[in-house]
């Protein structure tokens, strides 16, 4: 059974950080890529970032590409997304997500979803 427990996210205005973390129950944790994903009101889930098994290779939207980092420790299970420069328009629900085997980015390939964690950026 996978479990994943975001946390990290809240309030913080224009141009600052956060970090979140996800720590995952998951057995062959550094086995699979790991994603992070959001979901703004009335507006559907979509990819943030993802890291291959072994963390050397990542992948970004362009939305947040130059400002948001993903990176993981497999001694930990946990993925973290470091986010700086936040915008209003980064406001969402920040879920975590299991990928595919390895090196496997393809999105349909994320299932496993985390409750996800609140990140509100004010203007």
């Known amino acids: 059974q996978v479990q994943l427990v975001e946390s990290g996210g809240g309030l913080v205005q224009a141009g600052g950080s956060l970090r979140l973390s996800c720590a995952a129950s998951i057995r062959t944790f550094n086995s699979f890529v790991m994603g992070w994903f959001r979901q703004a009101p009335g507006k559907e889930r979509e990819f943030v970032a993802a890291?291959?098994?072994?963390?050397?290779?990542?992948d970004y939207s362009d939305s947040v590409k130059g400002r948001f980092t993903i990176s993981r420790d497999n001694a930990k299970k946990t993925v973290y997304l470091q986010m700086n420069s936040l915008k209003p328009e980064d406001t969402a629900v920040y879920y975590c997500?299991?990928?595919?085997?390895?090196?496997?980015?393809?999105?349909?390939?994320?299932?496993?979803w985390g409750q996800g964690t609140q990140v509100t950026v004010s203007s």
């Open positions: 997500a299991r990928g595919g085997l390895l090196s496997n980015m393809a999105l349909d390939a994320f299932g496993s």
């Open positions: 890291i291959t098994w072994s963390g050397s290779n990542t």
